[in-house]
């Protein structure tokens, strides 16, 4: 069963940069049938796709955060990143990793728990 | 961008009774890659229908989706206790990735 687990700091400040990791278990980041991204969710709000990248294709940003969005891998320990540069209290919500299947569409069929980040001074 | 925009924001039902939920695109979503999206407090959503219409594995018979182009409707037949919560569409046609705003549905 594959599983997918969020890490980092649950408090950043302003202007800062916010850095998460999700490991990812019972299956491998570098297959290439699935995109592997974020989706974030500000308290009591909706859902908003962030990224995905695959390592059989391209990468992909919302663009509105592209300008300060970086999402890459790590096959070595099994894992994926965000860095979010430059954030604001806008940036408050729970983020989420996520598996996003590459044939067929990218709907997310695997989720995080989900990570609370507050962008607080 | 296609912008997706599900109605109504709150809808109040009885148990037992029928919901229908409605979602529109901003513009045609082809090959029917519109998926739903079921979300309990303090839980991550998971994936209910894909393809507008495919059931994932397990999910109960009473919800279903239908729908093409830029209207598709997600039907639970017969409210049942645990799915009270709020339900989310999203296209996966094109990027970015959309979703629309959510469709809570509460018990009257």
């Known amino acids: 069963q594959l599983q997918l687990q969020e890490s980092g700091p649950g408090l950043v400040k302003p202007s800062e940069t916010l850095s998460l990791s999700c490991t990812v278990s019972g299956g491998s980041i570098s297959n290439t049938n699935y995109y592997w991204g974020w989706i974030r969710q500000p308290p009591g709000k909706g859902l908003e796709w962030i990224g995905s990248?695959?390592?059989?294709?391209?990468?992909n940003y919302n663009p509105s955060l592209k300008s300060r969005v970086t999402i890459s891998g790590d096959t070595s320990k099994n894992q994926f990143s965000l860095k979010l540069t430059s954030v604001t209290a806008a940036d408050t919500a729970v983020y989420y990793c996520?598996?996003?299947?590459?044939?067929?569409?990218?709907?997310?069929?695997?989720w995080g728990q989900g990570t609370l980040v507050t962008v607080s001074s | 961008e296609i912008v997706m925009t599900q109605s109504p924001a709150t809808l109040s039902v009885s148990p037992g009774e029928r919901a229908t939920l409605s979602c529109r695109a901003s513009q045609s979503v082809s090959r029917s890659y519109l998926a739903w999206y079921q979300q309990k407090p303090g839980q991550a959503p998971r994936l209910l229908i894909y393809?507008?219409?495919t059931r994932t594995t397990g999910l109960p018979a009473r919800f279903s989706g239908s729908g093409s182009g830029t209207e598709f409707t997600l039907t639970i037949s017969s409210l049942q206790s645990e799915d009270f919560a709020v339900y989310y569409c999203?296209?996966?046609?094109?990027?970015?990735?959309?979703f629309g705003g959510g469709t809570k549905v509460e018990i009257k």
């Open positions: 990248f695959s390592y059989g294709g391209s990468s």
């Open positions: 999203q296209q996966y046609d094109t990027w970015p990735l959309t």
């Open positions: 996520a598996r996003f299947a590459n044939s067929g569409g990218a709907k997310v069929d695997y």
């Open positions: 393809g507008a219409s």
